[in-house]
């Protein structure tokens, strides 16, 4: 049985106040709505009670347990959220594994693996002609550029943003209006997806 201590964590009017606050500020972030409000608001008030047996009064106060507990469902209900963005329901399978052919017969996954298979985790283009004409297409657009953006684009290709602005002695959001406009020229080509 629940001390009245313990309880009043839960029911405390700071702790419901702490609830709706946390509620309402969850479901203005990106992976919520407005209308989880009351069912976040709901789980965050299961939490505290599932964890009022726990309140040891000469170890904090009622408040501060409470805090404590919220912050913690909160954080929790934040990581469990970008989790499921991630790769909901995804199982990976590792290609140390093997899968038998026959009675005799194991394969390593690995050893499964084609070229094409390759390509189209990279998302590259599948022939070697269609692969040569892109390559021709991209030096052709980058050739049409003025030298400025041609000397970002080239040294985009092995750095990040901040690291050309500082190279150049420019500013990243410099660097960043210079990409739009280098996109707008492969769009244009036709190369909008490159």
Request: proline letters at 3%.
């Amino acid at each position: 049985m629940q001390s009245p201590p313990a309880r009043d964590a839960a029911l405390s009017e700071y702790a419901q106040s702490l609830i709706r606050f946390k509620a309402k500020q969850l479901s203005r972030k990106p992976g919520f709505s407005r209308t989880d409000e009351d069912d976040v608001a709901q789980g965050l008030t299961v939490r505290l009670l599932e964890r009022a047996h726990l309140f040891d009064p000469n170890r904090a106060s009622v408040r501060t347990f409470a805090e404590r507990v919220i912050r913690s469902a909160v954080a929790m209900l934040l990581r469990d959220r970008r989790r499921q963005k991630r790769a909901a329901g995804f199982v990976a399978q590792s290609l140390e594994g093997t899968r038998a052919r026959s009675d005799e017969d194991v394969d390593s996954l690995r050893d499964m693996l084609t070229e094409g298979d390759l390509r189209r985790r990279l998302g590259t283009v599948a022939s070697n002609q269609n692969r040569a004409e892109l390559i021709a297409a991209v030096v052709e657009v980058v050739r049409s550029l003025p030298a400025a953006d041609q000397e970002i684009c080239q040294r985009l290709i092995e750095g990040t943003v901040t690291s050309v602005a500082r190279d150049l002695g420019v500013s990243r959001r410099q660097v960043r209006n210079t990409i739009k406009r280098i996109r707008r020229h492969f769009e244009a080509a036709g190369l909008g997806e490159f």
